[in-house]
């Protein structure tokens, strides 16, 4: 593993669907994060982890749950899948907080359908 | 609220320089980052400005005005592979971005 994966690269999902986005990152980064891309919006934060054991709601954070069990993984659950979920998620690390100058390093993307 | 405003499209020639500008709002100001995004890949980090002023990092500059909730970046000898969506993004008070919408920017010969 070199940076950030994710799995898988992409889904497509009935509505109502328990689903489970998987990030790992070996760059043993304390900060990662979750968000979702949509065309003609900017990214928008879904959940964050400021380090291993806390995490925190961003922007959008209804119908998904995170956890932070170690350094490295941070998976991001839709508990019953909407269509309005249909989108590009990324996960992204970075050293330190985003707020002290820290660059986030982000994975490939999962491409996410909710039919 | 918070805000992040920059152009939806932009054209320029192979060989030019363009400006993508973009203005910001947001509680907790500390610091302005430019990432790019080509189709279909991930967004990777460009430049990050806190002071006032000019970095210059080789074909690409970014700008800062703190007072002016204003920011751009810089292309210089533009490449074809220089077409991509340009993202700017700014610190809130959480110590987490607010992202712009993004610039797409295409290159003719």
């Known amino acids: 593993i070199a940076g950030i994966t994710q799995a898988p690269t992409s889904q497509i999902l009935a509505a109502g669907r328990r689903m489970t986005l998987r990030c790992t990152q070996d760059?043993?980064?304390?900060?990662m994060y979750w968000y979702r891309q949509d065309l003609g919006l900017g990214l928008r934060l879904i959940h964050y982890?400021?380090?291993?054991?806390?995490?925190g709601k961003g922007e959008v954070p209804d119908g998904y749950s995170v956890s932070r069990a170690n350094t490295d993984d941070f998976p991001l659950t839709l508990a019953s899948a909407v269509p309005s979920q249909t989108s590009v998620y990324f996960c992204?690390?970075?050293?330190?907080?985003?707020?002290?100058?820290?660059?986030?390093?982000f994975g490939p993307g999962t491409r996410l359908t909710v039919l | 609220g918070q805000n992040i405003d920059q152009p939806t499209e932009m054209t320029a020639t192979e060989g030019a320089i363009v400006q993508i500008n973009c203005t910001y709002q947001?509680?907790?100001?500390?610091?302005l980052f430019w990432y790019q995004q080509h189709a279909g890949e991930a967004p990777t980090f460009l430049s990050y400005?806190?002071l006032d002023g000019l970095e210059e990092k080789g074909r690409f500059s970014s700008f800062l005005s703190r007072s002016k909730g204003y920011s751009y970046l810089l292309l210089k000898e533009l490449q074809m592979k220089d077409s991509a969506s340009y993202l700017c993004?700014?610190?809130?008070?959480?110590?987490?971005?607010?992202w712009g919408a993004g610039t797409k920017l295409i290159i003719k010969p």
């Open positions: 760059m043993r980064h304390n900060a």
């Open positions: 947001t509680s907790g100001f500390n610091g």
């Open positions: 400005n806190v």
């Open positions: 992204a690390s970075s050293v330190g907080l985003a707020g002290e100058s820290n660059e986030q390093f």
């Open positions: 982890s400021n380090t291993a054991g806390t995490t």
């Open positions: 993004a700014a610190t809130d008070s959480n110590y987490q971005l607010i």
